[in-house]
């Protein structure tokens, strides 16, 4: 089955502690991306891979990181989280510009 | 003031009802998305537009570029159709990139 998957789909740490969140698809698709979700602010996009060894910041990039070593893996990275970085994350894969996009199924972060 | 700005924040509608949600957008962009998050909260790709009009089912997209507007309509709603919509524009339109700004999104309830 053509899919996103995420991992995990829930966690809670506490602030200052390393984390990952993975993303894999299995669509052979060019471009990946990361977004967050907070009530009244809606989704705002982290980070984006238009290839493997490329990406660029999208609108809310501080705190995170990312690498696109593999076509289909694209993990975030959260070196020190803080409690604002408390959200819904969602990452997402497109074949290539003006194809539409296949997300995964979300991540809720909670960081105390 | 918003680069993508959604109308209406929240729709009521009994079912069978022919529903419009607008999308209106400050930047040159290169294609719009319209998405559909679940209750649940899993979010699907509805259609990508750069020109015209798509349809899809009960579904029907159209964007104005000149006018920097889209609206998506539903025809026939039924409760199944109950779920937030998302408009997003992909920019700016003069070179390549994946980079997205969302709308804050549409509350659509249709009642039986």
């Known amino acids: 089955e053509a899919q996103v998957t995420q991992n995990p789909r829930y966690l809670i740490t506490v602030t200052g502690k390393k984390l990952t969140v993975t993303c894999s698809q299995n669509?052979?698709?060019?471009?990946m991306s990361w977004y967050r979700q907070d009530p009244g602010l809606g989704l705002r996009q982290i980070y984006y891979s238009m290839n493997v060894e490329v990406t660029d910041k999208g609108d809310v990039p501080e705190g995170y990181k990312v690498s696109r070593k593999e076509k289909r893996n694209f993990p975030l990275i959260l070196e020190s989280p803080s409690p604002n970085q408390t959200s819904l994350y969602f990452c997402?894969?497109?074949?290539?510009?003006?194809?539409?996009?296949?997300f995964g199924s979300g991540t809720r972060l909670t960081v105390v | 003031k918003n680069e993508v700005e959604q109308s209406p924040q929240n729709l009521t509608a009994q079912e069978g009802e022919f529903i419009t949600i607008n999308c209106s957008y400050s930047?040159?962009?290169?294609?719009l998305h319209w998405l559909q998050q679940h209750p649940g909260g899993g979010i699907v790709s509805l259609f990508m537009?750069?020109?015209g009009k798509k349809k899809h089912g009960r579904l029907i997209a159209t964007i104005n570029i000149q006018e920097k507007h889209s609206s998506l309509h539903i025809t026939a709603s039924h409760p199944r159709d109950s779920a937030v919509y998302i408009c997003a524009v992909r920019f700016p339109a003069s070179y390549n990139t994946d980079k997205l700004i969302f709308g804050t999104g549409t509350r659509l309830q249709v009642f039986p």
């Open positions: 537009l750069s020109s």
């Open positions: 997402a894969s497109s074949f290539r510009q003006n194809y539409g996009y296949t």
């Open positions: 930047v040159g962009i290169s294609a």
């Open positions: 669509m052979n698709h060019e471009y």
